[in-house]
């Protein structure tokens, strides 16, 4: 008897609706079903972070999700966030601030990043440290992580204010 089930999700804005197996983890449907490559999978066990997504508006690492426990979900992965032409404030300041090295973190740094940044606006220093705590990153050391994403809130910040 096939166990697969039909799966709807709404990623980026887009919907899709495919069959897949309840047990695949929710990043190898993005990855391998979508095609949405950005979401890395490292250590699969929830603890490094490179999986993380945005689903229904909080920060998950989608390796530690089910696709059928997601089904009706809305996510966003970080093919949402910006382009290579029309980068996301916090990839434009990573970019800036040589928040990355090999660049395998870093899709889930943003991800998580971006949410922290909505949580707390204005984050201290410590603060970004300890909502960036569950993401790992292998080479660049975390100093020019938390400099990216200070540098990003701070742009925000501007142009929110230059915008009232
Ligand atoms: S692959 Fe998901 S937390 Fe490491
Ligand atoms: S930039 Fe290589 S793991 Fe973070």
Redesign the pocket.
Known sequence: MSGKMQIKLKVNGEDHEFSAEPRELL?HALRERLNLTGS????????????TVTLNGKSI????MFVAQADGAELTTVEGMGSPDNLHVLQEAFREHHGLQCGYCTPGMIMRAAKLLEEIPNPTEEQVRFGMAGNLCRCTGYQNIVKSIMAAASEMNSAKEAAQ
């Open positions: 990043v890395h999978v490292g250590c699969e066990t929830g603890h490094c972070g490179v999986c690492k989608s390796c530690t």
